[in-house]
């Protein structure tokens, strides 16, 4: 999910899944000519459709503080979302910049409708899930495949980064997360599900597209997990043309083969380290491009989608590790709960599902002071010759606007990266408004 926080670790190999056959594992978008619009009305406009559920510690719902206190910010060019460039960040005792109207959207025309009918391998999207707004709730969402089949899934594979390869669920020495844990549930006690986990600490969309993606290829899941961007977000490189090309291309190839999809949409990075304001809100418009892009892959492809930027969960800190980045054993529990909930549904999960309370005992003061000044230390480090430099200069554009009055301009430069992103992947198909 996120970002490198731990130890360096090996490349993944077999992950231990009690009950499970595990094997080893051996440039900038151009500038886009729609009108702008805001980003809350772009994932709204998209979100349509889908019946919701709410996310969050087990019976918990409500609103989050999560998005309203990260907002959002851009760049003075529409490099802050596409390349190097400036974004920028409002202060916090910064006047309200009133919302642009919204403007449609060319929508993602479905690769999927072969699948229609009952019963059908991934069936077809029922509409997005959720919105990906400062304020909203945590959505999760199935996809209305049909009847459930005969058996579970034989297979089931995990790309993405640290939060997959299960950063801050640490048992006997090594990582387990959330896609193990839910592994457990998938197959049926005289045949469980075979697990593998792809996912590395750090990876990026580019990673997962042109390494991860052709080992799963060749692995053939019926189930496979797509979570990963948030590491892209904290990089000086980011660019969402580029990012959402990769997705739909991992996305589309996984597809193709009959895989079943999991995508999730995830909290952005400054809020959870209580940033300040003017470098936090660059850092949040980029991933809530990154999450309105998810959104509107996973409705293309049938993904089974789990929403889980604002829930109430992202408050509590039970359920995060000592680097306020990665879930700890709570949280990783609650991620896989959430997603056997939504693949029982759909008659893909067969198993007993994971349970609520950790099991392992929460890291000491002293554990967390001694992982904070190692590993933290080397991360920041990292983060400081990377992203760092290009966050200052965000932050004073940011500051700079607001003096004068034209915060708006960065939110529109930013959005209309984001609506050049999502039109380009329209390719194959009739265009349709969304909202229609």
Known sequence: MTTDLSPPVPVPG???????????????????????TSLDDLVRTAARGRAVAPVGPAGSTGPSSAGAASGTAGAPTAAGLTGPGALTEVPATAPAVPTPGPVPLTALPSRRAEDSSPGAHGGTAAGLAGTETGTGTGTETGTGRGPAPATAPRRFAALGDSLTEGVGDRVDGTWRGWAALLAQGLGEPERPAEFRNFAVSGALTRDVHETQTPEVLAYAPEVASVVVGVNDTLRH???IHDLAFRLDKVCAALSEQGTTIL?????????????????????????RAVNAVVHALSERYGAVHLHIADATWVEDRTMWSADRLHPGERGHRMIARRFHELLAAEGLALGT??????????????????????????????RCTDLLPQLVGLAAAEVRHWSRGTSARLDHLAENSLSAALASLSLDAPLARMGE
């Open 237 to 239: 490189t980011f660019d």
């Open 263 to 287: 995508t999730a949409c995830l909290p952005d990075p400054g809020a959870m380290l209580a940033l300040p304001a003017p470098l936090a809100r660059p850092l949040a418009r980029r991933q």
């Open 14 to 36: 077999t992950v231990p899944v009690p009950g499970a056959v595990a094997e080893p594992v051996v440039g900038p978008a151009p500038e886009a000519a729609l009108p702008p």
């Open 353 to 382: 599902p994971p349970g609520a309370e950790p099991e392992q005992p929460a890291p000491s003061r002293v554990a967390k002071a001694l992982w904070l000044a190692t590993a933290g230390t080397a991360w920041v480090a990292r």
